[in-house]
């Protein structure tokens, strides 16, 4: 809870991956992945409750086994290549203040994929949310590559161009831009059930390191993750 706010965290974790199969429980520095994220969340000065939302029974166990709750398996239509994170947030709101009958104010986001964040992170993005009086707050890291600089398209007429047209001769010059990391989602539960979106009129980032902004997608991502948390031993 923070300043009389209960929060409540979701952590989704389906049992499909295609880019690095078996993923959310693929052991990471001798832990199951997704150990870290229920670790991070259950430390926390400010969440109150952590859910894990699977379609997996091996998921779950785990999960449990770490100490975070898996009050129901997730349905099938919410657990498919194309399903939404929006969709599978919705379902534990619902199941929360529906099944559950627990009221609570601020929703936060983890991806288990993930694992570099710290603690502070999670409770920096929930500060900034309610004494920012902000809509929503995301994490990021600032982007290696700049649309103003040195990223490219192929336009429509065919020919190479920069995605941001502009007379910036470094990319220190251009405009700074951010990776979204995939790390921390905030929202007020109130304005999640009626925007269900990250762009908000009020939304605020959090802007993380790039040693802790590692989202693991692939194998490689996973063998990055691995020597990052071997050296910050």
């Known amino acids: 809870m923070y300043k009389g706010n209960k929060v409540m965290c979701v952590i989704p974790a389906r049992d499909g991956s295609k880019g690095l199969p078996g993923k959310n429980i693929k052991k990471l520095a001798g832990k199951p992945?997704?150990?870290?994220?229920?670790?991070?969340?259950?430390?926390?000065?400010?969440i109150d409750r952590v859910i894990v939302s699977t379609d997996s029974g091996e998921i779950a166990g785990i999960s449990r086994q770490y100490?975070?709750?898996?009050?129901?398996?997730?349905?099938?239509?919410?657990?498919?290549?194309?399903?939404?994170v929006l969709d599978v947030l919705q379902h534990t709101i619902d199941w929360a203040e529906d099944a559950d009958k627990?009221?609570?104010?601020?929703?936060?986001?983890?991806?288990?994929?993930?694992?570099?964040?710290?603690?502070?992170?999670?409770?920096?993005?929930?500060?900034?949310l309610v004494d920012k009086n902000a809509d929503n707050?995301?994490?990021?890291?600032?982007?290696?590559?700049?649309?103003?600089?040195?990223?490219?398209?192929i336009h429509g007429d065919?020919?190479?161009?920069?995605?941001?047209?502009?007379?910036?001769?470094?990319?220190?010059?251009?405009?700074?831009?951010?990776?979204?990391?995939?790390?921390?989602?905030?929202?007020?539960?109130?304005?999640?059930?009626?925007?269900?979106?990250?762009?908000?009129?009020?939304?605020?980032?959090?802007?993380?390191?790039?040693?802790r902004s590692v989202d693991i997608d692939d194998a490689i991502d996973f063998k990055i993750a691995e020597m990052l948390l071997r050296d910050a031993k």
């Open 158 to 211: 065919g020919k190479i161009g920069l995605v941001k047209e502009g007379s910036f001769v470094t990319r220190q010059s251009a405009p700074k831009v951010f990776d979204i990391n995939g790390s921390v989602y905030v929202w007020w539960k109130d304005v999640f059930k009626k925007r269900r979106s990250i762009f908000l009129e009020n939304t605020q980032i959090y802007i993380m390191p790039k040693e």
């Open 137 to 153: 707050v995301f994490s990021v890291a600032e982007a290696s590559r700049n649309p103003y600089f040195n990223m490219v398209e």
């Open 102 to 128: 627990y009221s609570f104010d601020i929703l936060v986001l983890l991806h288990v994929t993930a694992p570099l964040r710290n603690v502070s992170d999670i409770d920096k993005c929930i500060k900034l």
């Open 33 to 46: 992945l997704i150990a870290y994220t229920i670790e991070h969340a259950q430390q926390s000065r400010y």
């Open 67 to 84: 100490g975070a709750e898996v009050p129901f398996i997730r349905p099938k239509e919410l657990a498919m290549d194309g399903s939404s």
